[in-house]
C-alpha cells in the first residue's frame, strides 16, 4: 500500500462517496422515470368536452416517447454504474462490519450515531471502526481510486 493514513482515508472518502452519487443519480433517473409514469396514467380521455377539431394533438404518444427516453437513461446510467457498485457494496458488506461502518457513513450518509446503532457499537467505537475499514477498502478498492483522487501523493 504505502500510502499515508491520512491519504487513505482521502482516498477511501472520494470513491465511496462517488459511488453514492451514482447511486442518487440512479435514485434520481427513477424518480422522473416514476412522475412520467405517473402522468401517463393521468391522461387519457377527457369526455367532459365535445369531439370538436382543431390543433389540439394528442399527448400521450409524446409521453411515451418521454417515458422510453428515461427508461433507457436509467439503463445505460445503470449499465455505466453496476460494475463500481457492485463491487463497493462487496468490499462493504454488513459481514465486515468495519467496512459497513464506512458504508453506512459515506454511502448512504447516515450519522455517526446513526451508524453506532445500526452496527451495534457506541458512537466513538463506530468512527474507531471505520478507521479500521479505511485500509481495507483502501487495498480493495479500484486502483484508479488509490491514484487519482491525490495525484501527488507518491508511496513511501
Not at 24 to 46: N, W, Y
Not at 91 to 110: G, N, Q, T
Request: net charge neutral.
Amino acid at each position: 500500500m504505502g500510502h499515508d493514513f491520512e491519504v487513505m482515508r482521502i482516498c477511501v472518502r472520494e470513491y465511496l462517496r462517488a459511488v453514492s452519487r451514482m447511486r442518487m443519480r440512479l435514485s434520481m433517473i427513477e424518480g422522473e422515470v416514476a412522475a412520467i409514469q405517473a402522468r401517463l396514467s393521468l391522461m387519457g380521455v377527457d369526455y367532459s368536452r365535445g369531439g370538436g377539431c382543431g390543433p389540439n394533438r394528442d399527448k400521450m404518444p409524446d409521453g411515451v416517447a418521454m417515458l422510453e427516453e428515461a427508461r433507457d437513461m436509467w439503463a445505460g446510467e445503470y449499465a455505466r454504474c453496476r460494475e463500481d457498485m457492485e463491487r463497493a457494496r462487496l468490499i462493504c458488506s454488513p459481514d465486515r462490519p468495519e467496512c459497513h461502518a464506512l458504508w453506512l457513513h459515506e454511502v448512504e450518509r447516515r450519522t455517526w450515531a446513526a451508524v453506532a446503532r445500526e452496527v451495534g457499537y457506541s458512537e466513538q467505537h463506530a468512527r474507531r471502526l471505520a478507521d479500521q475499514g479505511v485500509a481495507v477498502v483502501y487495498a480493495e478498492m479500484p486502483e484508479r481510486w488509490r491514484r487519482d483522487p491525490i495525484p501527488n501523493a507518491a508511496p513511501r
